[in-house]
């Protein structure tokens, strides 16, 4: 089996839209793929430059569950994407970035582990991808930045290894901490830090 590494993203439920909302930013221009219709909980609508299990008929997620989506995203260039395309170089745009994908998302809109919050998955989808995952700041960037722009509470890089490095908490970047670890024993006390601070900022 390879290895599936990925990010996960924890924004309020209310700030769903405005997560997907910078995703379709960070799509690649003139993707052939139709536009896919969305319903989130609640019955608000969006519609995004992705396919839903490579299909692009509308999604109803009004009544929760999951919503899953594959993605391509535009990462800037570093040294460990410059490697992961070696051999299929896909060019850059005017900003140094180029696509990477498929990227498979799936939305949980009630996660067991979270409550009253949703969480944003992102898998890669090749092992060579998820090694990328890791060791690229780049790619780590993306997605703190989409956890800050969403306004959310905490992304997490899963590697595999039964514990999480946290990449951001609380609206700050954060490095060389994991859960479980030192400051966050087990996922209730991490859980417990982002709500304390979501209780006291207030939704966002």
């Known amino acids: 089996m390879g290895l599936d590494y990925g990010y996960e993203v924890i924004v ?10 910078r ?9 052939n793929a139709p536009p896919l219709p969305v319903t989130l909980p609640g019955g608000e609508r969006l519609t995004v430059p992705f396919t839903s299990h490579f299909r692009s008929e509308p999604v109803d997620c009004s009544a929760g569950g999951t919503l899953d989506l594959d993605t391509s995203l535009m990462i800037g260039v ?10 299929d170089d896909r060019g850059t745009d005017e900003r140094g970035r180029t696509p990477v994908g498929y990227v498979y998302l799936t939305v949980r809109f009630s996660p067991r582990e979270y ?10 989808a090749t092992s060579d991808m998820s090694r990328m995952f890791e060791r690229s700041a780049s790619v780590r960037k993306v997605f703190t ?3 800050a722009a969403a306004g959310g509470v905490c992304c997490l890089l899963d590697t595999e290894t039964g ?3 946290i990449c951001w908490l609380n609206g700050e970047t954060v490095s060389g901490e994991t859960v479980p670890g030192s400051r966050f024993p087990d996922f209730r006390a991490l859980v417990a830090a982002w709500r304390e601070s ?3 900022n207030g939704s966002t």
């Open 12 to 21: 309020p439920p209310q700030n769903v839209a405005r997560a997907l909302a």
């Open 23 to 31: 995703l379709v930013e960070l799509a690649p221009r003139g993707r």
């Open 78 to 87: 570093d040294d460990a994407v410059r490697e992961f395309h070696l051999r």
């Open 115 to 124: 409550p009253g919050f949703t969480s944003l998955e992102f898998t890669a």
């Open 145 to 147: 930045d989409l956890t």
């Open 163 to 165: 514990s999480y490095d």
């Open 198 to 200: 979501a209780d006291r």
